[in-house]
C-alpha cells in the first residue's frame, strides 16, 4: 500500500489545488505563509488584528481568503494546537478572536423581487445579517468550549443563554432549566435564519407572504452579544472580537450599505476586516444620508497587488516560500531536495535569449569565435536588415562597415546599431558609439550614451529580433519573470508553477528529477496556457461589462504589439496608457472600474501628461499575465500617449470597423513587412491559431 | 421540510392519450426555435382534447422579428388561438413576472384548480421559468401534471455574453452553517457557466453529473469535452456521474443518491446547466429537499434561435403527493 502511494505521489503536480475557498482549516494551516509585508510595517502601519476596521482590497487570487480563513478562530486555534503549544493558553496570548463568513453572491442576490418593497428587504437583510453573525458568535463559543479555552459551568452556560436568549428575542419565554444551553441558542437561530429563507422562497410566488418573526436592528447581535459573552467569560475580556468578512462586492449596494453603516459605528470590542475585490464597494454611503465611510478616518485600506508589487523583493520572498511548502509536500520532491522554485525555474537572460533564437542555443565565447563570420552574415536574419541598410547608403564599401558593425557574442547589441540606423543615425556616428562600447571605455561619454540606449531598448530589440526569425517565440520563463508576469497575484504564480509542473511531469521527467530542472521552453508553454485561460475565460466570465473589457483588452493587445515593432521602437515595451477618466462617460468608466475589480487592468498611481499643463491622468496596465498570449512585453516601462474619450470609448463599445480605425491610428506599422498588419491581428482576434 | 413527494413516468409523446384524452390547459410558449410547437401539434394530432391555452410570449421573441405583427399572427395560428385563450406578454429572463402573469389568468379558477389537468410544454422556456411554475402549481396542491418536451435536432449558438449566477428564485434552499458546501453540477455544453457557478459557490465538494446516454448520439461526450477545464481537476473529474440526458426521473433518482451520502455533512446546491429534461429532475428534487438550493447562470444577452429541427418528444406524467 505504502509503495502504491509512492508511486501515486511522483506525478502528482505539488501546485495542484490552492484555491483557499476550498481548502479545509488543516490544508489553511499546511499552506500558510506569515506575509510580513503585510503583517509588518510595510503596510502603512496597519494592525490587522487591532480595533480599526480594515479593509484588504485585491484581484481574485492575491491571499486575501487565505489571510480572513487564517484569522478566523477555528483556524487560529488548530494551528495553535499544531504547533504543540497548551491550548489552554490560546486565549491568553490571542490579542482577538475572528469569525469568518463568506458573502455568497448566488444567495444575497435573492434578497430582493418585485413583490417586497426596499423598504422591506433593508430589514431583512439587517435581520438577516445579525442572525448570521450571531451564530457564527455562538459557534466561537462552541469551539473555544470545545478545545477547552475557556470553561463554562451548567449554571454560568444557563445565566449566559438567558442573556443572550433576552437579546435574541425577547419575546421568547425563557425557562431556566439544564436545556438552556448554547446549543438551544444555536438551534433558536438556525430556525430563524430558516424562516428568512422561507420568506425569500415564498416571496417568488406571491406578494401576501407575511414575514412573522422578531425582528433585529442592526447591531442587536453583532455589538451586543459580544459586550455579554465578555461579561460572562473572562477569558475573552479585552479580546478584540473580529469579524471576518469575505467577497464584500457579491453584496448588492443597499447591502453594502448596511454593512458601511455597521463599519461607521462599530462598538468595541467588535471590528471588522472586509475582504473585497479592487472597486468591489458599490458604495461608500451608510444607510444616514450625507454620512460614508472615510478611509483612515472610519477604516484603513490594504491594495494588497499594490504591496506585493511595490515590495517586490518581499514579494519575490513569499513566492519563494509557498513554492516551497509546496514542493516539501511531495516526497519525490522533498527526498531528491527539488524545493527552491528558483533553481527549479532558473534564470535567462535577454542576451542569452537573444543567441538561443540566433543560433538555436547560448554560445560560450570560446564557439562564438570559431564561429564562421561569412556563414553568420549569410544566414542571420537580422543582419540581413542591417545589409539592406548599409548597402542603401554605402554599396561600394558596405562589406567594409558590416564587418565593423557586427558583433555576434550579443546580437542584441547588432539589433541596437540596426536601430540606431533606422533613427537615421550616420554610419560613422554607430560605429564609432559601438566601438567605445565594445572596448569598455566606460569613462567616455560616448560609452554611456551607447550603454543607456542597450539597457533602455534591450528587451524591446530582443521582440523584434524574435519577429524576423519566425516562428521562434519569445520566452516567458525564470523564476523572475514568472514572479513579474504574477502581477502582485500569488495565484497567477502558482498557475504558472501549476501549468509548467503538468508539462515537466509528463515530457521532463528526467531533466525534473535529475537535474532539478525545468526547460524554458516548458515553462514558456506553461505560462501561454495560463495566460491564454486568463485571456480566453476569465475576462470572458467577468459578469459586468466582459464583452467590453475583452474588446478592449483584445485592442490594447494589438496596440502594444504594434507598438513593440516600431521600426524607430520610439517607445520601447508598451505596456500602460493614461486617460482623464473624469473625461468618459459613466458606462466608460464603469468598464475601466470593472476591468480592475476583475484584474485585467491595474489602475497605477497617476500621473502628468505628456503635454506641458495636462492634469493628472489615471494610469492603467494590461495585468501582465496577458503578456505570453499577446507576445508582449510584461515590463512596465513605456506608455503611451493619453487616449482621448472618444479613442477609449471606441475600443470599448465601436464597431468592428471603429475598433480597426483606433488601433490603426494608435498602433505603429510594423517593421518589418512580413509581420502580420495590426488589422490581421484585430480581425483574427486569436495569436493561439499562430 | 415538506412532505411533497412526486412520482413519475415518462413515455414518447405520441402516446399521450393513453395518460390524458383531455386537458383544462395547455401551457406553451414562443419562440424562433423550430421546436417550439410539436408539442402542441403531437398532443392535438393524437386527439386530446384541450380546453384552454395558454401561451407566453416572450417580448424577446417578437422584438427579434423582423415583423412583429406578422409573426405575431403566425404564432396565433400555430397554437389555433381562440377567445378565450390567454397570451401572456412577458420577459424572458423575468419568470416572477411570468408567474404573476400565469396567477392573474387563473385566478378566477383556483378553488377547484387542484383537480384541473395542466398539459406545460416546456421545450423552449428557460429553465428559471418552468422551475418557478412547478413550485407554484406544487403548492396549490396540483395532484397531476403533464409536462412535454421536444429535443432539439441540432444545437445552434449557445449564451451570448456575459453571465450572472443566481439563486432561481423560489429555490435559495436554507443553509445550515455547520455543514460544508457541495455543488452539484448537471453539465452541459457550455463549460463557461459550469466554471462561472463553481467560483461563485467555492464548494467543499464538487459532483458533475453528465447526461448519458445523450439525446443522440451526435451529442456524445460532447459535454465531457466541452467542460474539459473543469473535469481536468482531479477532485472534480473522481466524482463524475452519469444520468439519461432526457429522464428527469433518472435524474431525480441520481441527486437523491447523492443527497442521501452526503446531506449528513453538506449543504447541497444543484447547477441545472445540462439538458432541461435533466433540469426538470434537478426541479423536482428541490422542490421534495427544499433545504436545497437551486443556482442558474443567467446570461445578459438573448438568443432568439439557439436550437434547429426537432428530435423525440416526451410526456412526462407526474404526480404529486402532497399531504399538505
Known amino acids: 500500500m505504502e509503495e502504491k502511494n509512492e508511486e501515486e505521489t511522483i506525478t502528482q503536480n505539488p501546485f495542484a489545488g490552492f484555491n483557499a475557498s476550498l481548502m479545509n482549516d488543516e490544508d489553511i494551516i499546511k499552506f500558510w505563509i506569515q506575509p510580513h509585508i503585510l503583517f509588518g510595517k510595510q503596510a502603512y502601519g496597519i494592525d490587522l488584528t487591532g480595533s480599526i476596521p480594515v479593509v484588504l482590497m485585491g484581484g481574485r487570487g492575491t491571499g486575501k481568503t487565505m489571510l480572513l480563513r487564517f484569522m478566523s478562530n477555528d483556524v487560529q486555534i488548530k494551528n495553535h494546537i499544531s504547533r504543540n503549544r497548551d491550548v489552554k493558553k490560546f486565549l491568553k496570548k490571542a490579542k482577538y478572536i475572528g469569525v469568518y463568513y463568506r458573502f455568497d453572491g448566488t444567495s444575497m442576490a435573492s434578497f430582493s423581487n418585485r413583490y417586497v418593497s426596499e423598504v422591506a428587504w433593508e430589514t431583512l437583510f439587517k435581520h438577516y445579517f445579525e442572525l448570521i453573525i450571531g451564530q457564527k458568535y455562538i459557534m466561537m463559543l462552541f469551539n473555544l468550549k470545545k478545545e477547552e479555552c475557556i470553561v463554562l459551568n451548567p449554571e454560568q452556560e444557563q445565566k449566559l443563554v438567558v442573556q443572550l436568549l433576552n437579546i435574541i428575542d425577547p419575546n421568547t419565554k425563557i425557562e431556566v432549566n439544564e436545556n438552556s444551553c448554547l446549543e438551544h441558542i444555536f438551534n433558536l437561530i438556525q430556525k430563524k435564519i430558516n424562516n428568512v429563507f422561507e420568506f425569500v422562497n415564498n416571496s417568488a410566488l406571491s406578494k401576501n407572504v407575511q414575514f412573522e418573526d422578531y425582528i433585529l436592528n442592526s447591531g442587536d447581535l453583532i455589538f451586543g452579544m459580544p459586550t455579554i459573552i465578555q461579561n460572562f467569560i473572562q477569558e475573552i475580556q479585552g479580546k478584540n472580537i473580529i469579524i471576518l468578512l469575505d467577497e464584500y462586492e457579491n453584496l448588492r449596494e443597499l447591502q453594502q450599505k448596511i454593512i458601511n453603516t455597521l463599519i461607521k459605528h462599530t462598538r468595541l470590542p467588535v471590528s471588522f476586516r472586509i475582504g473585497t475585490r479592487i472597486n468591489g464597494f458599490k458604495t461608500f454611503d451608510t444607510l444616514n444620508q450625507g454620512e460614508f465611510l472615510m478611509v483612515d478616518a472610519d477604516y484603513r485600506i490594504i491594495q494588497f497587488e499594490d504591496i506585493l508589487l511595490a515590495k517586490d523583493k518581499e514579494f519575490r520572498k513569499l513566492l519563494k516560500k509557498i513554492a516551497r511548502r509546496k514542493l516539501e509536500l511531495i516526497p519525490s520532491f522533498k527526498n531528491s531536495n527539488i524545493i527552491d522554485i528558483n533553481n527549479i525555474l532558473g534564470h535567462i537572460n535577454p542576451e542569452e535569449e537573444a543567441m538561443i533564437v540566433v543560433f538555436g542555443k547560448i554560445m560560450e565565447k570560446q564557439e562564438i569565435e570559431k564561429y564562421s563570420i561569412d556563414k553568420y552574415i549569410l544566414e542571420a536574419k537580422h543582419i540581413n536588415e542591417i545589409i539592406k541598410i548599409v548597402k542603401k547608403n554605402n554599396p561600394k564599401q558596405s562589406e567594409l562597415i558590416l564587418r565593423q558593425i557586427i558583433y555576434p557574442q550579443n546580437p542584441l547589441i547588432e539589433m541596437l546599431n540596426l536601430l540606431l540606423l533606422k533613427r537615421d543615425y550616420k554610419i560613422e556616428e554607430v560605429i564609432k558609439l559601438f566601438k567605445t562600447y565594445t572596448i569598455g571605455k566606460k569613462t567616455n561619454i560616448d560609452f554611456k550614451k551607447y550603454n543607456d540606449l542597450y539597457n533602455k531598448n534591450k528587451l524591446g530589440l530582443l521582440y523584434q529580433l524574435i519577429s524576423l526569425n519566425k516562428p521562434k517565440q519569445k520566452l516567458y520563463a525564470g523564476f523572475d519573470v514568472f514572479c513579474m508576469l504574477s502581477s502582485g497575484i500569488m495565484r497567477n504564480f502558482l498557475e504558472l508553477c501549476y501549468q509548467c509542473f503538468n508539462t515537466a511531469l509528463f515530457s521532463e521527467t528526467d531533466e525534473l528529477f535529475g537535474k532539478g530542472r525545468i526547460s524554458f521552453s516548458a515553462q514558456t508553454e506553461g505560462a501561454k496556457i495560463r495566460s491564454t485561460r486568463v485571456y480566453e475565460d476569465t475576462i470572458d466570465r467577468i459578469p459586468e461589462y466582459g464583452n467590453e473589457i475583452k474588446s478592449l483588452v483584445r485592442s490594447l493587445g494589438a496596440i502594444y504589439s504594434a507598438w513593440q515593432m516600431d521600426a524607430r521602437l520610439s517607445e520601447p515595451e508598451l505596456t500602460y496608457f493614461c486617460v482623464d477618466k473624469t473625461s468618459l462617460s459613466e458606462e466608460a468608466r464603469k468598464v475601466l472600474d470593472s476591468a480592475v475589480r476583475w484584474s485585467a487592468l491595474q489602475q497605477k498611481k497617476s500621473m502628468k501628461g505628456k503635454s506641458p499643463g495636462e492634469p493628472l491622468l489615471d494610469v492603467y496596465a494590461l495585468n501582465r499575465i496577458l503578456a505570453p498570449y499577446f507576445e508582449i512585453s510584461y515590463r512596465l516601462r513605456g506608455r503611451i500617449g493619453r487616449f482621448t474619450k472618444n479613442d477609449i470609448e471606441s475600443m470599448m463599445f465601436g464597431s468592428d470597423s471603429e475598433k480597426q480605425r483606433v488601433v490603426t491610428k494608435l498602433g505603429r506599422e510594423p517593421v518589418f513587412e512580413e509581420k502580420i498588419t495590426l488589422i490581421d491581428f484585430l480581425v483574427r482576434g486569436d495569436r493561439s491559431e499562430d | ?324
Open chain 2, 1 to 324: 421540510m415538506t412532505d411533497l413527494r412526486i412520482n413519475g413516468l415518462i413515455d414518447h409523446a405520441e402516446n399521450a392519450r393513453k395518460y390524458l384524452k383531455n386537458a383544462d390547459i395547455f401551457m406553451g410558449s414562443i419562440s424562433s426555435e423550430e421546436r417550439f410547437d410539436r408539442g402542441w401539434i403531437i398532443s392535438t394530432d393524437n386527439g386530446i382534447r384541450i380546453k384552454k391555452k395558454i401561451i407566453y410570449y416572450f417580448n424577446e421573441v417578437l422584438k427579434a422579428s423582423h415583423d412583429r405583427s406578422a409573426e405575431e399572427r403566425r404564432f396565433d395560428t400555430t397554437f389555433q388561438l381562440t377567445e378565450q385563450d390567454k397570451k401572456l406578454y412577458v420577459d424572458i429572463y423575468n419568470e416572477v413576472e411570468g408567474l404573476t402573469a400565469f396567477k392573474d389568468c387563473i385566478k378566477d379558477d383556483l378553488t377547484k384548480f387542484h383537480d384541473k389537468k395542466i398539459l406545460l410544454d416546456f421545450s423552449v422556456m428557460i429553465k428559471p421559468y418552468f422551475f418557478l411554475l412547478l413550485k407554484y402549481l406544487s403548492t396549490i396542491p396540483l395532484k397531476e401534471l403533464y409536462l412535454l418536451y421536444t429535443e432539439p435536432s441540432l444545437y445552434d449558438e449557445f449564451t451570448r455574453g456575459t453571465i450572472s449566477g443566481k439563486d432561481v428564485p423560489g429555490y435559495s434552499g436554507a443553509k445550515d452553517p455547520t455543514k460544508k458546501d457541495a455543488l452539484i453540477l448537471l453539465l452541459g455544453f457550455e463549460g463557461d457557466r459550469a466554471l462561472e457557478v463553481l467560483n461563485e459557490v467555492s464548494p467543499n465538494l464538487t459532483i458533475p453529473v453528465n447526461g448519458f446516454p445523450a439525446y443522440r448520439p451526435v451529442f456524445k461526450d460532447r459535454s465531457i469535452l466541452e467542460n474539459k477545464i473543469l473535469l481536468e481537476e482531479e477532485d472534480i473529474f473522481k466524482n463524475l456521474r452519469f444520468a439519461p440526458a432526457n429522464d428527469p426521473f433518472e435524474t431525480k433518482k441520481v441527486l437523491e443518491d447523492i443527497y442521501s451520502e452526503f446531506r449528513n455533512e453538506y449543504n447541497i446546491s444543484v447547477a441545472p446547466l445540462g439538458t432541461k429534461p435533466m433540469a426538470l429532475g434537478s426541479c423536482l428534487f428541490a422542490l421534495e429537499h427544499s433545504e436545497c438550493r437551486i443556482i442558474y447562470p443567467y446570461p445578459m444577452e438573448y438568443l432568439p434561435k439557439s436550437s434547429l429541427g426537432w428530435g423525440n418528444t416526451w410526456i412526462y406524467v407526474m404526480k404529486f403527493l402532497n399531504d399538505i
